[in-house]
């Protein structure tokens, strides 16, 4: 409490327009409901939801009370639950290999509403026709650049045999620990975190 008469408008809400409709509600109806993202000491956004009354005292001095609850967990989680439906949603769609790019820029919107930083992500296109299976991958950078990397067939390949295992791979740090063999094809982009989700269809 002791630090609010030295915050600003600008440091306390993400968006100054929430600010302006709040004062505005209040002015003219005398109170405002609202759900939207403060801004954290630390600088961070936190979603907050309350509600908000003017009052007048009998000289004529407006106050304003308000509470307000922070809903960043359920809001955050609603959030992603939202992107993950979306996302399923084309994956069902799927029917051909050249529905790929739909599903990565649903998956790219996805992670910038979600405000996920990210180098590069892509769909490993695993192709069980060809012996050995063969592997294509389709990728998208942050700024919407498209990479198709031509097929391998290696029995070995990294992600064949993660493929293979059906299990969530997440390897946070592969300069500490490689167990796929992947640092070395890796190194001139410059990525450490790796997470593979298999999946068929």
């Known amino acids: 409490l002791r630090e609010l008469p030295q915050l600003r408008a600008q440091d306390l809400y993400l968006r100054l327009e929430d600010r302006e409709e709040l004062i505005g509600n209040l002015r003219e109806k005398g109170e405002h409901t609202f759900e939207f993202q403060l801004r954290h000491k630390d600088g961070h956004p936190v979603w907050v939801r309350g509600k908000s009354r003017a009052y007048r005292d009998r000289d004529g001095q407006v106050y304003y009370l308000g509470i307000t609850e922070d809903i960043d967990q359920r809001k955050q989680q609603e959030l992603r639950q939202q992107v993950f439906q979306q996302v399923r949603e084309e994956i069902w769609r799927m029917e051909k290999p ?43 950078t942050p700024q919407g650049e498209w990479d198709r990397v031509s097929p391998h067939r290696q029995v070995d390949h990294p992600l064949l045999r993660i493929w293979q295992c059906r299990e969530v791979v997440y390897r946070p740090d592969i300069q500490r620990a490689d167990p796929y063999g992947e640092r070395a094809g890796l190194e001139p982009y410059a990525i450490r975190c790796l997470a593979d989700a298999p999946f068929s269809q």
């Open 98 to 140: 050249q529905d790929l790019p739909r599903l990565l820029n649903a998956v790219q919107q996805g992670l910038r509403f979600l405000e996920v930083n990210f180098v590069d992500f892509g769909i490993n296109l695993i192709d069980t026709r060809t012996a050995p299976p063969s592997v294509t991958n389709h990728s998208l």
